[in-house]
Each structure stands twice: as structure tokens, then as C-alpha cells.
């Protein structure tokens, strides 16, 4: 009940700035923009051109233009494409799954979750908010009057229509700030995330792909093969300059510098990587 209710509130404050709506970066007029939106997500594990993942999101994409004919509504049409892509692609929670893991077998998490609603609002012409929190993301948007919330791990309740009621429950005393952790992964969000942060942040595509390789740094660094880890949070840094991915870099550079395993050449090479993604950044430096 208490994450409903975190979700309902930020809805609210995202309602009551909604003349500040971000535009989606683009807004697809085919079914080719919709793959192209896609396969940054398959690319983390070269699956990008795999036509078993693309064909399996079009077969999606034809079923949803079909409701949209029999739609009345807008309400009733985003309702359609939430619960429809849910019984399509979204089956068993994961809080770390990939793009890849889930158009294969249907696990996810909150991250491919939202990627594939904004991509489909993307392909239907709707703008939207993808919204970042520490260690979650979901999707906002307005339609005319009204306000709306994708919350991919609901499976039963995560279409919300936000309304004034919620203005009542930002004056619950347990509504409080939290810092940010430089390997809270996106998805983290049943066991860690209990209060609500005091500020999000709202993303396009690229930088949610950008967090999908976030997470997989984090998971590499902790398995201590520091060089894949590395690898993927340049790719991270690349997508998303942000300050999540800045972190993770130095603990992973200051690793590789100090791990015995790794030659000298190779430690040389990690570091100019390095210098060179984040030249003219504000970082600490490496110690």
C-alpha cells in the first residue's frame, strides 16, 4: 500500500508542473522509429539486430493498433496498452532484468518495464515523463486535463489516474529526502526504497538505455571482474553523462588501478578511457 501511495504522491507533484511537460525526444510515425527506439536496449548484448526480439515487439505493436481502433478514448486506449503489454511481455519480476531476458522470457524489471511503455507511447504519439529516482523509474504523462501514471511493477494496478485527492497525502509525516547511492541499481526498489526522495529527475530513452548498462556495471564490479565492468560503464557514462555513472567509473578506474591482475598496459589503457570520457567534468579526482 505505501509504495502506491509514494507513487500517487510524486504523481502529484508531477501533475501540478505539468506546463513544464517534457516532449518526448521524438515522436515515431512507423513501426521503424518504434525498432530503432528498441535497440539500444538489445545492443548491451549485441542482440540489436536479432529480428526474433524485434518481430516479437511488433506482433505487440499490430495488437495495440487494433485496440486503438475500438477505443473511445484516451483513457481507455492507455489503459488498453498498459494491461495488454502486460500480459504480453511482462510475466515474472526481475529487478535486474535486460531488454534481452525480457522479450525472451518475460522477466523484468522496473527499468525494461517503463522502456517499452515509453517506447509504445513514443509510437502512439503521446508525450510522457520517464522519471528517475534513486533506485526506480516510471512513466508520467498528461492527456488534455488529465494525469496519468505507468507503474510497470503493478501489474494489477499500475495504470493510475492521478487526481486531487492525492494533495491530501503529501502532509504524511514519513515523507522525507534520501541520498542517492553510487550502486543502487535501478530495480532496487522493493528492498531498499521506503521514502521518497525530495527530487527526481526526468530522462528520455537514451538515458534509460543508459542506466540498463549502469546496472550491469554495477553487477560486474561486484563480481570483481573490473575490466567488463569497466567496459560498460563507459558505455553508460556515454548514453548518460550523469552523476550515478560518474561515480561508478572511479570505483571501478580505482579498482582496476590497484588490482594486481591486470597489466600495466591494460590498466594504462582503462585509465585514458577514463580521462577521456570525462574531460571537461567536475570530478573528484582518482586517488
Known amino acids: 500500500m505505501k509504495r502506491w501511495i509514494i507513487i500517487w504522491?510524486?504523481?502529484?507533484?508531477?501533475?501540478?508542473?505539468?506546463?513544464?511537460?517534457?516532449?518526448?525526444?521524438?515522436?515515431?510515425?512507423?513501426?521503424?522509429?518504434a525498432i530503432?527506439?528498441?535497440?539500444?536496449y538489445l545492443a548491451l548484448?549485441?542482440?540489436?539486430?536479432?529480428t526474433f526480439f524485434t518481430e516479437k515487439f511488433e506482433r505487440l505493436i499490430h495488437k495495440l493498433?487494433?485496440?486503438?481502433?475500438?477505443?473511445?478514448?484516451?483513457?481507455?486506449?492507455?489503459?488498453?496498452?498498459?494491461?495488454?503489454?502486460?500480459?504480453s511481455l511482462l510475466h515474472e519480476y526481475d529487478r535486474l532484468a535486460t531488454m534481452d531476458q525480457t522479450l525472451a522470457s518475460g522477466k523484468f524489471g522496473c527499468l525494461t518495464g517503463t522502456a517499452l511503455y515509453a517506447i509504445l507511447l513514443d509510437y502512439f504519439g503521446y508525450e510522457y515523463?520517464?522519471?528517475?529516482?534513486?533506485?526506480?523509474?516510471?512513466?508520467h504523462l498528461s492527456v488534455n486535463d488529465d494525469s496519468f501514471v505507468f507503474e510497470s511493477t503493478l501489474p494489477f494496478g499500475g495504470f493510475m489516474k492521478t487526481t486531487a485527492e492525492m494533495e491530501k497525502l503529501l502532509e504524511q509525516p514519513w515523507v522525507n529526502y534520501r541520498r542517492i547511492s553510487e550502486l543502487s541499481t535501478v530495480g532496487d526498489w522493493f528492498q531498499d526504497f521506503k521514502i521518497v526522495p525530495g527530487n527526481y529527475k526526468t530522462i528520455d530513452l537514451n538515458q534509460l538505455a543508459g542506466l540498463q548498462y549502469f546496472n550491469e556495471a554495477a553487477k560486474f564490479y561486484l563480481n570483481k571482474d573490473y575490466k567488463t565492468a569497466m567496459d560498460l560503464a563507459l558505455e553508460a557514462y556515454a548514453l548518460y553523462p550523469s552523476e550515478r555513472n560518474e561515480k561508478i567509473m572511479q570505483l571501478i578506474i580505482n579498482k582496476i588501478?590497484?588490482?594486481?591482475?591486470?597489466?600495466q598496459e591494460l590498466k594504462s589503457e582503462y585509465l585514458d578511457k577514463y580521462v577521456t570520457s570525462v574531460k571537461g567534468k567536475k570530478l573528484s579526482q582518482t586517488k
Do not use: C, M, W
Open 45 to 50: 548484448h549485441n542482440l540489436e539486430q536479432d
Open 129 to 139: 515523463r520517464i522519471i528517475e529516482l534513486p533506485n526506480h523509474v516510471f512513466l
Open 36 to 40: 530503432q527506439n528498441l535497440k539500444p
Open 9 to 33: 504522491i510524486l504523481a502529484f507533484t508531477l501533475t501540478s508542473t505539468k506546463g513544464q511537460e517534457v516532449k518526448s525526444t521524438s515522436i515515431p510515425s512507423n513501426q521503424t522509429s
Open 257 to 263: 588501478l590497484r588490482y594486481d591482475l591486470i597489466k
Open 65 to 87: 493498433e487494433r485496440l486503438k481502433s475500438r477505443k473511445k478514448s484516451d483513457y481507455a486506449f492507455l489503459k488498453a496498452v498498459f494491461y495488454k503489454t502486460h500480459t
